[in-house]
């Protein structure tokens, strides 16, 4: 018997799916994500212009500050919703490697502001740590993504009001 034959663990209990749908913390989360993939779109197209250009590299390191700054909140509104949910703050089994690419993503970020309030890097470097920080988000949005899927997927099965039906 090898780990295909295995029944896959449903991404939520019952009792989980009970707490996700009563937490506040799962609305947030779901405004949260949108804002903050808005505010990556015009981030990253002033940090493109700025780096063919040479022009706005001032907008650019404040978008991605405010970038960051949703990254902080969805990050600490998210291990709070994990707490609710899945008793742990951080890397529950059902979100173990979103948890992981998240620190990360976190680490990039962090880097960035770093380097932006030290001087340690020059324009350009600090643009393509930007550029990398914002790589890792957009895989770790796709590991999230795939997972609202599994999830709304997983709750068409059980009757279940799922927070993606919610949200649209």
Known sequence: M???DRPARP???????RRRD?????LVQGV???????IFLVSL????????TGQGQLAAEASVVVKTLALYAIMVTGSIWEKAVFGRWLFAPAFYWEDMVSMLVLALHTAYLAALATGALGAQALLILALAAYATYLVNAGQFLLKLRSARLEGA????PQLAEALS
């Not at 939520?12 to 799916?17: G, H, I, K, L, V």
């Not at 949260?32 to 808005?38: E, I, N, S, T, Y």
């Open 2 to 4: 090898g780990p295909g």
């Open 11 to 17: 991404l939520y209990t019952a009792a989980e799916r």
């Open 22 to 26: 009563a937490s506040p913390w799962t």
């Open 32 to 38: 949260l994500a949108p804002v903050q993939f808005a």
């Open 45 to 52: 197209a002033l940090v493109l212009r700025a780096l063919a």
């Open 157 to 160: 099965g059980t009757g279940q």
